[in-house]
C-alpha cells in the first residue's frame, strides 16, 4: 500500500479535546451553551423513518430555498455542506490549481493551513491583528501573485476580531481569486457580509455560515455558503452525490427558520460575553474585543497562559490553548452559560 508523500508528512487538524464527563465545564470548542430550538425536537419526534431507506435530496432544495429567501438571493446561488468544513475542502479543490497558493490570515482556523497540505499547496499566512502586533492586514495586498483562494474568518478565530465590511468589500476587489468570508460566529458580532455574496455585481465572493454555533447544532454537521452561480456550480460538480442526509436537512431547516428562538439565544450568549469580558479585565487580563461566542485573552503579567491552561483543565475547566509566538501567551475562551462562567472566574480566584 502507498501513501502519497505529502500526506505522510502532514500534520493534520487536532481538533478541541471532547472530555465525556458532565462534571466538566467545556468552554473549549465553541459550542453553544444552550440547546437548539424547540422546532428540532419535533422534527426528530416526528420524523419518518420509512424516509432513510431513500437517498436524500441531493439538492436539498427546501433548506436551499428557505436560505437563498432569508438572504434576498436563489438557490442556484447556494450551496449546502455536511458542516462548513466541507465547504472549505471542497473551495480547496474547486478553485485552486496545483501550482497555485491558498491564503488565509494569521493567526486563523488552523484547519486552513492543513487544507493547503492536503491539496499539496502553498498557504501564505498575512498577520492579522492586535494579537500579534502585526504590520499587514486585509487593507494590504497579498505579496504572492499566485494565490487563488483566500480564506477570511470575521469575526476571525482566535482573536475575535471584527473586520469592517467595507474593508472586506475593497480586499476583495483587488483579490484576483475567490475571497471565502467565513462567517461562522457572525451572528454574534455587529455585522455580516452577506450583502457582498448577494449583490448582482459580484464575481469573486462567498460567504460561508454554520449551524455549528448559533444554532447550536454542532453535532449535525450542517453548513452552507452564498455567492456567485458559477463558483456555486463548481462546488455542485465535485461535491459527494447525498452529501447532507435527509435527518440533518430537515432539523437545519427547522433550527433556520425559528428566528425568534436564535435571536434569544444569540442574545444571550452576547450578554454573557460583555460581562465576562469585564470580569477578566478586572482581574488583570488582557481581552482583545470579541464579537464571537469567545475572547482570546492573555492572563496578567507574571502569568503563564500554558500555567493557567493546566491548572483549569486540573479544576476540570476546559479552555483552548494554541502554542505558538503568535497565540500561546493567550487562551481562547467559549463563552458558556453565567453558571459556567462563574465556576471558570472562581477557579482563577483560587489559583491566585
Same mark, same amino acid.
Given at each position: 500500500?502507498?501513501?502519497?508523500?505529502?500526506?505522510?508528512?502532514?500534520?493534520?487538524?487536532?481538533?478541541?479535546?471532547?472530555?465525556?464527563?458532565?462534571?466538566?465545564?467545556?468552554?473549549?470548542?465553541?459550542?453553544?451553551?444552550?440547546? *437548539?430550538?424547540?422546532?428540532?425536537?419535533?422534527?426528530?419526534?416526528?420524523?419518518?423513518?420509512?424516509?432513510?431507506?431513500?437517498? *436524500?435530496?441531493?439538492? +436539498?432544495?427546501?433548506?436551499?430555498?428557505?436560505?437563498?429567501?432569508?438572504?434576498?438571493?436563489?438557490?442556484?446561488?447556494?450551496?449546502?455542506?455536511?458542516?462548513?468544513?466541507?465547504?472549505?475542502?471542497?473551495?480547496?479543490?474547486?478553485?485552486?490549481?496545483?501550482?497555485?497558493?491558498?491564503?488565509?490570515?494569521?493567526?486563523?482556523?488552523?484547519?486552513?493551513?492543513?487544507?493547503?497540505?492536503?491539496?499539496?499547496?502553498?498557504?501564505?499566512?498575512?498577520?492579522?491583528?492586535?494579537?500579534?502586533?502585526?504590520?499587514?492586514?486585509?487593507?494590504?495586498?497579498?505579496?504572492?501573485?499566485?494565490?487563488?483562494?483566500?480564506?477570511?474568518?470575521?469575526?476571525?478565530?482566535?482573536?475575535?476580531?471584527?473586520?469592517?465590511?467595507?474593508?472586506?468589500?475593497?480586499?476583495?476587489?483587488?483579490?484576483?481569486?475567490?475571497?471565502?468570508?467565513?462567517?461562522?460566529?457572525?451572528?454574534?458580532?455587529?455585522?455580516?457580509?452577506?450583502?457582498?455574496?448577494?449583490?448582482?455585481?459580484?464575481?469573486?465572493?462567498?460567504?460561508?455560515?454554520?449551524?455549528?454555533?448559533?444554532?447550536?447544532?454542532?453535532?449535525?454537521?450542517?453548513?452552507?455558503?452564498?455567492?456567485?452561480?458559477?463558483?456555486?456550480?463548481?462546488? +455542485?460538480?465535485?461535491?459527494?452525490?447525498?452529501?447532507?442526509?435527509?435527518?440533518?436537512?430537515?432539523?437545519?431547516?427547522?433550527?433556520?427558520?425559528?428566528?425568534?428562538?436564535?435571536?434569544?439565544?444569540?442574545?444571550?450568549?452576547?450578554?454573557?460575553?460583555?460581562?465576562?469580558?469585564?470580569?477578566?479585565?478586572?482581574?488583570?487580563?488582557?481581552?482583545?474585543?470579541?464579537?464571537?461566542?469567545?475572547?482570546?485573552?492573555?492572563?496578567?503579567?507574571?502569568?503563564?497562559?500554558?500555567?493557567?491552561?493546566?491548572?483549569?483543565?486540573?479544576?476540570?475547566?476546559?479552555?483552548?490553548?494554541?502554542?505558538?509566538?503568535?497565540?500561546?501567551?493567550?487562551?481562547?475562551?467559549?463563552?458558556?452559560?453565567?453558571?459556567?462562567?462563574?465556576?471558570?472566574?472562581?477557579?482563577?480566584?483560587?489559583?491566585?
Amino acid at each position: 500500500m502507498r501513501i502519497a508523500r505529502h500526506i505522510q508528512s502532514l500534520e493534520g487538524y487536532v481538533p478541541g479535546e471532547q472530555p465525556k464527563s458532565k462534571s466538566v465545564v467545556k468552554l473549549n470548542t465553541n459550542e453553544n451553551p444552550y440547546p *437548539p430550538s424547540p422546532k428540532c425536537a419535533e422534527v426528530l419526534k416526528s420524523f419518518d423513518l420509512d424516509n432513510l431507506r431513500r437517498y *436524500p435530496d441531493p439538492n +436539498y432544495s427546501e433548506l436551499a430555498l428557505e436560505i437563498a429567501k432569508r438572504f434576498g438571493t436563489t438557490p442556484d446561488r447556494v450551496f449546502v455542506g455536511n458542516g462548513s468544513d466541507e465547504v472549505l475542502s471542497l473551495c480547496a479543490r474547486a478553485f485552486v490549481e496545483n501550482d497555485e497558493s491558498i491564503g488565509s490570515l494569521d493567526p486563523s482556523y488552523s484547519l486552513y493551513k492543513t487544507l493547503a497540505a492536503i491539496r499539496d499547496v502553498k498557504w501564505m499566512g498575512m498577520r492579522s491583528g492586535r494579537a500579534c502586533d502585526a504590520e499587514t492586514d486585509i487593507r494590504r495586498p497579498i505579496i504572492d501573485a499566485r494565490t487563488s483562494l483566500f480564506l477570511l474568518t470575521n469575526p476571525n478565530a482566535p482573536t475575535g476580531e471584527f473586520r469592517e465590511i467595507e474593508d472586506i468589500a475593497a480586499f476583495a476587489r483587488r483579490f484576483k481569486g475567490v475571497v471565502l468570508v467565513d462567517e461562522a460566529y457572525a451572528d454574534f458580532a455587529r455585522g455580516n457580509c452577506m450583502s457582498l455574496a448577494t449583490a448582482p455585481t459580484n464575481r469573486n465572493v462567498l460567504v460561508m455560515r454554520t449551524f455549528s454555533k448559533s444554532y447550536s447544532l454542532a453535532g449535525l454537521r450542517v453548513g452552507f455558503c452564498v455567492g456567485p452561480r458559477d463558483l456555486i456550480e463548481a462546488l +455542485y460538480k465535485i461535491k459527494d452525490s447525498y452529501n447532507v442526509d435527509a435527518v440533518a436537512q430537515r432539523v437545519a431547516l427547522a433550527a433556520f427558520k425559528d428566528r425568534v428562538y436564535h435571536r434569544k439565544t444569540v442574545a444571550t450568549v452576547v450578554k454573557t460575553r460583555k460581562a465576562f469580558a469585564k470580569a477578566l479585565l478586572k482581574r488583570g487580563w488582557d481581552v482583545i474585543p470579541s464579537e464571537a461566542n469567545f475572547v482570546f485573552a492573555k492572563p496578567p503579567e507574571g502569568t503563564k497562559a500554558s500555567d493557567v491552561f493546566a491548572y483549569l483543565k486540573s479544576q476540570n475547566v476546559f479552555v483552548r490553548y494554541f502554542p505558538g509566538p503568535l497565540t500561546g501567551d493567550r487562551l481562547r475562551i467559549t463563552i458558556g452559560t453565567d453558571e459556567e462562567m462563574k465556576k471558570l472566574l472562581d477557579a482563577l480566584d483560587r489559583m491566585n
